[in-house]
């Protein structure tokens, strides 16, 4: 059953609510609008409900949309979009956006669920001529690394703060861009994820030399 649908949103169809581990779901929903990759959207579950932003995590030429969420239990709406079977709806405004990916040499620097504008990027077929940097803190919380692992032409390179792990760089993402020898001064540089993360992340690059102008962010994720 449709409720209400909420002014400037559009009803889609839920196909698929995976968790694809504890309390971080890949929601995956019918396709109303085109977008481009890195776009972000917002959603409810009616009008009551004050809508979230997301960001896409799914291909530009996939048959659906789908986001990338972590359960907050103390929120309104996450708790229920977990709950969420094939055949509910959600309601989602039009993409929107200007965290664009493209075919250029980029750095790509993502925590936890902030993985997702790369998600939709990758899947877009921009992966190529890229290096991923994914922190989390331990090796359960690297989302779609796999997917991202098997992408020709892109240096998977991931960050744990907890635990020790092989073919992982053990500690910070922030210690590892302060101890990376060089970063290239010519390319552009995507952060999302935590707020604070970007904030210092961003200080950390300039300090470095890259151009203001190179760095680009999102927090909504």
Request: net charge negative.
């Amino acid at each position: 059953m449709i409720e209400s649908t909420p002014v400037g949103t559009t009803a889609c169809k839920v196909v698929a609510n995976e968790e694809i581990t504890d309390n971080v779901h890949y929601l995956t929903f019918e396709r109303p609008y085109d977008f481009e990759a890195g776009q972000l959207l917002s959603l409810t579950l009616n009008a009551n409900i004050p809508p979230r932003l997301y960001s896409i995590a799914s291909g530009t030429n996939n048959d659906c949309i789908s986001i990338l969420f972590d359960v907050k239990p103390e929120g309104t709406l996450t708790p229920l979009l977990a709950k969420l079977a094939a055949g509910d709806f959600v309601f989602i405004s039009p993409p929107y956006g200007s965290f664009l990916g493209s075919n250029e040499p980029a750095v790509w620097i993502a925590t936890g669920t902030g993985i997702a504008p790369f998600i939709s990027m990758a899947q877009s077929g921009l992966g190529d001529n890229k290096t991923l940097i994914h922190g989390a803190r331990t090796i359960n919380e690297f989302y779609f690394a796999h997917f991202f692992e098997a992408i020709k032409g892109l240096t998977y390179i991931r960050c744990a703060s907890k635990g020790s792990y092989s073919n992982t760089y053990n500690g910070r993402l922030t210690a590892y861009l302060r101890e990376t020898s060089s970063l290239p001064l010519n390319e552009k540089y995507y952060l999302c994820g935590n707020p604070l993360m970007v904030n210092e992340v961003r200080d950390l690059l300039i300090e470095r030399g890259i151009p203001f102008d190179n760095i680009l962010s999102e927090i909504f994720f």
